[in-house]
């Protein structure tokens, strides 16, 4: 994944479902608001990624941002601990 590939996807405004009209933050929402894990989460939520599926490495970008910036329960444990949210 290029660095224009990770860039492009942070304009919430950004169409990234072009044949449902979903945006990338929309995307998003359903990620960190919905509890979305998967491309097959985000597609229930919202459809992208259910019609001609060009855009499912796109989403699948969004999924790994949206992982890294959200640590799992043991990273979020371990900064509580440390005094750091
Ligand atoms: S662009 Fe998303 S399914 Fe076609």
Redesign the pocket.
Known sequence: MSASDVEQWRDPAKT?????N?SAGRVRETIADGGARSSDDVARAC??????????P??ETILEQERAARPGFWGRLFRFMRGSR
């Open positions: 990234l479902c072009h044949c449902h979903v459809k992208a990624g259910t019609g001609c599926k060009s855009c499912l796109d989403i």
